[in-house]
């Protein structure tokens, strides 16, 4: 009989720091998010309509990169900076 002693991580176990550098330089997130919330990410972007749904494209640890109207354009900045980029529900 033998026994496997490797020590598998469970989610639980994952820092939020350790979290924060997986894919560090190489994967990229879009997210939508509202209009209402574009000031707390892009202090410098000029005021935007309310209601409107945006795309922002973030580091993996959390960065924002870019912010735009289309999931497409995300994703498209995200290829051409050779991030591969995940989506987050």
Not at 47 to 76: C, N, V, W, Y
Request: proline letters at 8%; charged letters at 15%; a negative charge.
């Amino acid at each position: 009989m033998t026994h496997n002693t490797e020590h598998q991580i469970t989610p639980a176990e994952i820092t939020p720091e350790a979290l924060a550098v997986l894919g560090g330089g190489e994967i990229a997130y879009v997210r939508s998010i509202r209009s209402e919330d574009v000031q707390a990410l892009f202090p410098q972007a000029p005021q935007i309509a309310p209601g409107m749904k945006l795309f922002t494209l973030h580091a993996a640890d959390g960065t924002p990169i870019m912010l735009t109207d289309s999931r497409e354009a995300a994703l498209a900045n995200a290829m051409e900076h050779q991030l591969v980029p995940v989506s987050v529900h």
